[in-house]
């Protein structure tokens, strides 16, 4: 028997920030004019961020934060084999979190710093060039650590899938897994899906500077006085 456990918006967002996160880098390490488009990869990665935090309160069953994120007794239960349950088992949850909170974090920071040629971050004239130096040190810094959390996610995957016989993409794509009917998820209807689009939109509209004084206009130079 299947229970329905990833609601579609849930799924989207999944493989979007998949698809996003590699862009990023790839436009990352490619440089030059393509810094233009890791830009615009970092306000949607916010968008994808924000939608999926708002999501985790309003959405359904499985998707809510407090559904799936446990204290160390439920952690040690699974360790010890005891723990049951459909979605993001305990140890699981504490992996999503991890993921969540840096990317925010190395989105937030991409906001401020500047490649030293020609791209600086939507937000970056906010503060000065020093301060945006030293942010885009710490936005360097995350992104080593989010390879490496990205690395032991996937690693993570693969070990469930040759050791313990447990596919955890499947349910991915087609929202279903073992279970039975009555564990089906619950909640996260259009309402509560058109309330995150909104906020996330409102978040990558603020985070695109739009609340940015505009520069003043550059005052046309002064005619020679002739003589």
């Given at each position: 028997?299947?229970?329905?456990?990833?609601d579609l918006?849930?799924r989207?967002?999944?493989w979007s920030l998949?698809?996003?996160?590699v862009?990023?880098f790839?436009?990352?390490?490619?440089?030059g004019?393509?810094?233009?488009?890791?830009?615009?990869l970092?306000?949607?990665?916010?968008?994808?961020?924000?939608f999926?935090?708002?999501w985790?309160?309003?959405?359904?069953?499985?998707?809510?934060?407090?559904?799936?994120?446990?204290?160390p007794g439920a952690?040690?239960?699974?360790?010890r084999?005891?723990?049951?349950?459909?979605?993001?088992?305990p140890?699981?949850?504490?992996?999503?979190?991890?993921?969540?909170g840096?990317?925010?974090?190395q989105?937030?920071?991409g906001?401020?710093?500047?490649?030293?040629?020609?791209?600086?971050?939507y937000l970056a004239?906010?503060i000065?060039?020093?301060?945006?130096g030293e942010?885009?040190g710490?936005?360097?810094?995350l992104?080593?650590?989010?390879?490496?959390?990205?690395a032991?996610?996937v690693?993570?995957?693969?070990?469930?899938?040759r050791?313990?016989q447990?596919?955890l993409?499947?349910?991915?794509i087609?929202g279903?897994?073992?279970?039975?009917?009555?564990?089906?998820a619950?909640?996260?209807?259009?309402?509560?899906?058109v309330?995150?689009?909104?906020?996330?939109a409102?978040?990558?509209w603020a985070?695109?500077?739009?609340?940015?004084p505009?520069?003043s206009p550059?005052?046309?130079?002064?005619?020679?006085?002739?003589f």
């Amino acid at each position: 028997m299947k229970a329905y456990v990833w609601d579609l918006p849930t799924r989207l967002f999944h493989w979007s920030l998949v698809v996003l996160v590699v862009a990023a880098f790839v436009t990352a390490k490619t440089g030059g004019n393509a810094m233009v488009w890791h830009g615009r990869l970092g306000l949607a990665i916010i968008g994808l961020l924000v939608f999926r935090i708002v999501w985790g309160f309003v959405g359904s069953t499985y998707a809510r934060f407090f559904q799936f994120v446990r204290g160390p007794g439920a952690i040690f239960a699974y360790l010890r084999g005891q723990w049951q349950g459909l979605g993001h088992n305990p140890l699981g949850a504490l992996s999503v979190l991890a993921l969540l909170g840096i990317l925010a974090i190395q989105a937030a920071t991409g906001l401020f710093a500047n490649d030293d040629i020609a791209f600086e971050g939507y937000l970056a004239p906010l503060i000065g060039s020093e301060a945006s130096g030293e942010i885009t040190g710490i936005h360097h810094l995350l992104e080593k650590i989010l390879m490496a959390l990205v690395a032991l996610h996937v690693g993570t995957i693969i070990f469930y899938a040759r050791v313990k016989q447990h596919n955890l993409v499947k349910p991915m794509i087609s929202g279903w897994a073992d279970g039975v009917p009555e564990q089906s998820a619950q909640g996260g209807n259009a309402v509560a899906f058109v309330v995150a689009i909104v906020i996330a939109a409102a978040a990558v509209w603020a985070a695109s500077g739009a609340l940015l004084p505009s520069p003043s206009p550059t005052p046309p130079p002064s005619a020679a006085p002739a003589f």
